[in-house]
């Protein structure tokens, strides 16, 4: 993550947790 940009680390960020999320609520 160092070398990207911070917009992309937080649209990155904001997929893992929702990706995350939806894993949880599946389960």
Do not use: K, S, Y
Not at 7 to 23: F, M, P, S, T, Y
């Amino acid at each position: 993550f160092g070398q990207l940009p911070t917009d992309v680390r937080r649209e990155l960020g904001q997929r893992l947790v929702i990706g995350n999320g939806r894993r949880f609520i599946d389960d």
